[in-house]
């Protein structure tokens, strides 16, 4: 029963999945879906319902066709009551503001949602109101708006004035003002000459105004006598034609901008495609292996940067094309190499500029929930180039969940979401990017907790492993504890308690007798393995802990505010640039360290069919079927409306960021009473 109640819910929910595909009223698809034909039916049956209303005026047709006429009518009412019944219940997929009852009562108060109700209603209501159904019918005209919902046009007039409404509001005020004056000028010109036609300002007032429209209702009706109010008449006149001329240009203006950026928009989404379609997931030589029948195959994995010169020759696009896409498109970013830590360490001596493609799901990077006890996170995916792929084959490869931060509010000085030090956050003048990144920094937080939260739900116990990157070309350091600031004793990390230094050799690893085991065979298999640094082959080097260089661990380092140590496992690996970056035997070392991890933590675990494709089938980027990944939105326009909506609902939610909050005084108290002095030397 309960199997039977589970497969129910998935199904009911698929429908509405689908209606929210019907809904979206976008007929842009191309090639059209089915959902498209869909859109097209209500269309349809909205201008068969019109010409209906239209041929009932007629009582000849009436007399003739009035069997058939009543049939179309009984039909779209019906089906109209459907169509506004599952939208109304589909409306908290298309926005989360209409979620709930009062969502969905904030839904039927839209235009659009009137628009239906307007249409609809007056057929129930002519059950209960004396007033004839057929006076009631002419509100079904007012379904044609719907039209206006799959048209182009007035979104872009919409567009058109909402640009210019600055300058309509200043010019109609002008026009007013100069209008007002000039009523009163004429009042005093032509009251004294005859006061029967003019006897106050208002009718002076109403009197222009009237001019303005044609005078309708004859108000001005009545011929000026005085030079002076024959003047200010002709001025009034020179204003009418202004008064029109200069909104009508205005809006003119405002719509032939509104075109020229929906044409750029639509060449940009066209540029995107093409630009996209150079970050295919393939494989390459240098990471081969034998699969399950013997036959020699590579892993896949998507291009961690393509250069320029490469996207200028194989997409036919100019530089400044292919940086507007970037600029444009918010799953890419133009990365300087001579300025990153390779081309420092490289000594780089002239700018390289490329283009590095990212998976976006979420407003400040990526979370992908695989439902495993390892999460996979690369808190510097932004500022440390080639740690985010570097993480996600890992992810992959184990079937680990995937978390990454690549985006933020503030590129000129990005806070960093792994050391958390509240003093970079305070150092942010611009209060609204600093309110962005607080929230986008608790959002971070409270998705890594979720994963967390669920593996405590099932009795087991979470790892978090944190890719960030070394400037020693062929390292791979595993790093659990760190030394002192005063470097005095090795493997030790620092703890901020009560504004107090106390030093103690607390580890942030639960199971320590598991992790010496997987580093041992890490490091085994690890050593078999070499890389190419400036035409020099290098074993790869991997060390556990030795951080002379590094500083202690605070409680705002987010291992520690995970509760690394105390209910969970957390750890660092530092790759260095030769072996993820310039070199394509990275893919070799994430399967050695993923074989690792899920031999001694979830040995019995498949690995989700997902994450299967991600490193051993080939595809468009990060997702398997361009544009239509569920998880990776390929439209920009979609990514921009999916990290708008994310960090409304962040900020909503998330407040300020607290760096003092209950996670490090528990953390210190922790490390307080546990008093573990032994120090642990990894080798």
């Known amino acids: 029963m309960e199997e039977y109640k589970c497969e129910s819910a998935m199904t009911i929910s698929e429908f509405k999945e689908n209606l929210k595909l019907v809904f979206d009223d976008d007929l842009r698809t191309r090639p059209l879906k089915w959902n498209n034909y869909v859109d097209l039916t209500i269309i349809g049956v909205i201008i068969i319902s019109t010409i209906e209303v239209f041929l009932s005026t007629f009582d000849s047709v009436v007399e003739r066709y009035g069997t058939i006429l009543n049939f179309i009518n009984w039909f779209t009412i ?145 011929t000026l006598v005085s030079p002076w109010a024959n003047f200010i008449a002709f001025l009034v006149g020179i204003l009418g034609v202004a008064i029109f001329a200069v909104p009508t240009g205005l809006i003119g203006s405002g719509f032939m901008d509104a075109i020229e950026e929906d044409k750029k928009a639509r060449e940009m989404e066209e540029a995107s495609v093409i630009l996209h379609k150079r970050f295919r997931r393939t494989g390459q030589t240098s990471s081969w292996y034998f699969n399950e029948e013997k036959k020699k195959r590579t892993y896949k994995y998507v291009d961690r940067y393509q250069s320029m010169v490469y996207l200028q020759i194989n997409s036919g696009m100019s530089s400044e094309k292919i940086m507007d896409v970037v600029n444009y498109c918010p ?89 958390m030090d509240k003093e970079d956050l305070d150092l942010m003048g611009d209060y609204d990017k600093k309110e962005d990144v607080e929230s986008q920094a608790l959002h971070f937080m409270d998705d890594l907790k979720k994963l967390k939260q669920r593996s405590e739900a099932r009795g087991e116990k979470h790892w978090f492993i944190f890719v960030l990157r070394t400037t020693k070309s062929e390292l791979v350091h595993f790093w659990r504890l760190a030394t002192d600031e005063k470097k005095e004793m090795a493997n030790r990390i620092t703890v901020e308690a009560d504004n107090n230094r106390e030093y103690g050799s607390t580890i942030l690893l639960e199971d320590e007798e598991k992790f010496q085991t997987i580093f041992q065979e890490v490091q085994s298999a690890l050593s078999e393995r070499k890389v190419t640094v400036r035409d020099e082959e290098k074993n790869i080097v991997t060390k556990i802990d030795n951080c002379d260089r590094l500083k202690g661990v605070k409680p705002s380092n987010i291992m520690c505010r995970m509760g690394g140590g105390i209910d969970c496992n957390a750890l660092t690996i530092r790759f260095g640039y030769g072996v993820i970056l310039v070199n394509n035997t990275h893919l070799l070392a994430m399967k050695d360290i993923a074989d690792a991890f899920k031999r001694h933590i979830e040995p019995d675990r498949e690995i989700p069919e997902e994450a299967k494709r991600c490193y051993l089938e080939d595809g468009d980027g990060f997702a398997d079927k361009y544009g239509e990944e569920k998880v990776f939105l390929r439209s920009p326009q979609a990514l921009k409306e999916m990290i708008r909506k994310a960090n409304e609902y962040a900020r909503a939610r998330f407040e300020h960021l607290d760096l003092d909050g209950k996670e490090q005084k528990d953390f210190a108290e922790h490390c307080k009473s546990r008093k573990r002095n032994t120090i642990v030397n990894g080798k």
Not at 149 to 168: F, G, I, N, Q
Not at 384 to 398: D, E, K
């Open 78 to 222: 019906l089906f109209f009551t459907v169509e506004i019944a599952l939208r109304i219940w589909t409306a908290d997929l298309l926005d989360d503001k209409y979620k709930g009852f009062m969502g969905r009562l904030h839904y039927c108060c839209s235009f659009y949602g009137l628009v239906d109700i307007v249409s609809t209603l007056p057929f129930y209501l002519s059950f209960f109101l004396s007033t004839p159904y057929s006076v009631l019918k002419v509100f079904r005209v007012f379904r044609l708006l719907r039209l206006f919902h799959y048209m182009k046009s007035p979104r872009l007039l919409v567009k058109a004035v909402s640009s210019k409404k600055d300058e309509l509001l200043a010019s109609v005020a002008f026009l007013a003002l100069v209008t007002v004056i000039l009523s009163f000028l004429l009042y005093f010109a032509e009251h004294a000459v005859q006061p029967e036609q003019c006897e106050n300002g208002w009718q002076s007032l109403m009197w222009a105004f009237a001019k303005y429209l044609g005078d309708p209702g004859k108000i001005a009706d009545f």
């Open 331 to 419: 799953d890419f970013r133009l990365v300087n190499m001579a300025s990153t830590q390779s081309g420092i360490a490289q000594n780089m001596r002239h700018d390289r500029l490329v283009v590095v493609n990212f998976p976006l799901n979420t407003e400040y990077g990526c979370c992908l929930d695989r439902e495993s006890n390892v999460t996979i996170v690369a808190p510097a995916a932004l500022s440390q180039m080639a740690t985010g792929n570097a993480a996600f084959s890992l992810a992959a490869m184990g079937g680990f969940n995937y978390v990454s931060r690549e985006l933020t509010p503030n590129p000129e000085d990005p806070f960093g979401f792994y050391t």
